[in-house]
């Protein structure tokens, strides 16, 4: 689908083309260099080197660098084409809800949701010191940004490491600074919430007006996801529950983890109250594990969160523009 944008390749990203392939294997990483091509390749920040064309073109390495993020993205991320949204204005999804309508442009979402491994090496680049990475006003709440031992870090790690068996899981205990600024350093940004409905809706510009609630159709099934009634009762490596894709390849975009967009959460209850929390509220989106109630687990449902909340059952994807040529 990609193809005239991206040039199609099977191989993942291909670290092994400058490091070896023990490179590209989690806890294996060459050492830290001062080239900043190389350090992006090996962190594999692939947004990074695809955004930097114009700075890095002259450097030596930078073609090689940029045709290998050009396939890992083609193969790590989908596109998702033009289309329209219907936003509900209310905490709850009923038919006759108000709703505002939004058009979407097309666009690139992650297959899959971030994972602990590949957070891992945001943490070990040391990206909670990098102040250009956070907003100012979040600076004073950095020193909240821990484990459990007291490192920088998710919120359920020890020592700023992962659990090795959760190394494909969705990385949680994340607040939506951390989750933004992962995405920043990635190159890549977070999906507005009306990008996101638009992926798991797949509701495209055309005269056909289709509309999905699942990714996969019009009915909940149990199996095509990970929700309370799945009976898993934990999160699932981000490549399980295969059959509930999107027709574009994303895949758990309901259940397993809810995930943070960028966009600010206003919504009304029943009694016409707008939503308030203690800090600014982030839309989340999708459902998780643990979610009982199948009617949260759809493309439309909508809720929020506090910007700071670090919780068990939200994680993130990133999203991209477009590579123009």
């Known amino acids: 689908m990609l193809k005239g944008l991206f040039a199609r390749g099977r191989a993942a990203l291909d670290a092994s083309a400058l490091f070896g392939r023990a490179a590209a294997e989690v806890g294996a990483l060459p050492p830290a260099t001062t080239d ?51 936003l ?24 899959h949701t971030v994972t602990n491994e590949e957070f ?17 006003e979040v600076w004073p709440h950095l020193i909240d940004f821990k484990d459990i031992s007291g490192a920088h870090g998710p919120r359920y ?20 600074y951390e989750a933004a600024a992962y995405a920043q350093w990635a190159g890549f940004r977070l999906p507005s919430e009306a990008q996101w409905q638009m992926a798991a809706s797949w509701r495209i510009r055309s005269a056909a007006h289709t509309y999905r609630r699942y990714p996969w159709g019009d009915g909940m099934e149990f199996d095509r996801c990970n929700i309370w009634l799945s009976g ?60 009982y109630f199948a009617w949260q687990a759809t493309a439309a449902f909508r809720t929020g969160l506090e910007s700071l909340a670090r919780v068990h059952n939200v994680g993130f994807r990133c999203a991209m523009k477009l590579l123009a040529h």
């Open 36 to 86: 900043p091509v190389t350090e992006a390749l090996r962190t594999e920040r692939l947004g990074l080197i695809l955004g930097k064309r114009a700075e890095w073109a002259d450097l030596p390495n930078y073609e090689q660098a940029f045709a290998t993020a050009v396939r890992a993205v083609d193969e790590r991320f989908a596109f998702v084409p033009e289309g329209t949204v219907s």
């Open 232 to 291: 898993h009762g934990q999160t699932l490596p981000v490549d399980a529950c295969p059959r509930g894709a999107a027709p574009n390849g994303a895949l758990q975009l309901v259940g397993n983890v809810w995930e943070w967009t960028h966009s600010d959460f206003h919504a009304a209850d029943r009694e016409g109250r707008m939503v308030f929390g203690n800090s600014v509220m982030k839309s989340i989106r999708g459902g998780a594990f643990d979610t």
């Open 88 to 111: 509900a204005l209310t905490t709850y999804d009923e038919p006759g809800q108000p709703e505002v309508d939004c058009e979407t442009e097309p666009f690139l979402l992650a297959r």
């Open 120 to 136: 891992q090496r945001f943490v070990d680049s040391r990206a909670y010191e990098q102040p250009e990475l956070w907003p100012e």
């Open 157 to 176: 790690w020890s020592q700023g490491r992962h659990d090795r068996r959760l190394a494909r899981h969705p990385v949680v205990g994340i607040c939506y």
